[in-house]
Nanobody, 117 residues
């Protein structure tokens, strides 16, 4: 089992920045990739960005050039640096991890990000 705990959400003005953190614990060795999804009110959960064990990253087009995913293996933590935030970035952001062998999906409880003036 893998546990994921997010932190760092909050209220920010348009154009501002936030950094989300996701600390993983448990069977860390089983994880192949980690990332972030988000879900806005009335919309489906969507992929924001992922990073795998080879440090290959993938971003949704809507956040390219504004968001950066990174990882600190010593701390078992993945970060999401969000810059130039827009109101449409408002959502609950979920940390996600995928197991290498089974493909099992793990989810955090989510952290609210609100971009508003």
């Amino acid at each position: 089992q893998v546990q994921l705990v997010e932190s760092g959400g909050g209220l920010v003005q348009p154009g501002g920045s936030l950094r989300l953190s996701c600390a993983a614990s448990g069977s860390i060795f089983s994880i192949y990739a980690m990332g972030w999804y988000r879900q806005a009110p009335g919309k489906q959960r969507e992929l924001v960005t992922t990073i795998n064990n080879n440090d290959y990253t993938k971003y949704d087009d809507s956040v390219k050039g504004r968001f950066i995913i990174s990882r600190d293996n010593a701390k078992n933590t993945v970060y999401l640096q969000m810059n130039s935030l827009k109101p449409e970035d408002t959502a609950v952001y979920y940390c996600h991890a995928e197991a290498q062998v089974t493909g099992y999906q793990y989810w955090g409880h989510g952290t609210q990000v609100t971009v508003s003036s």
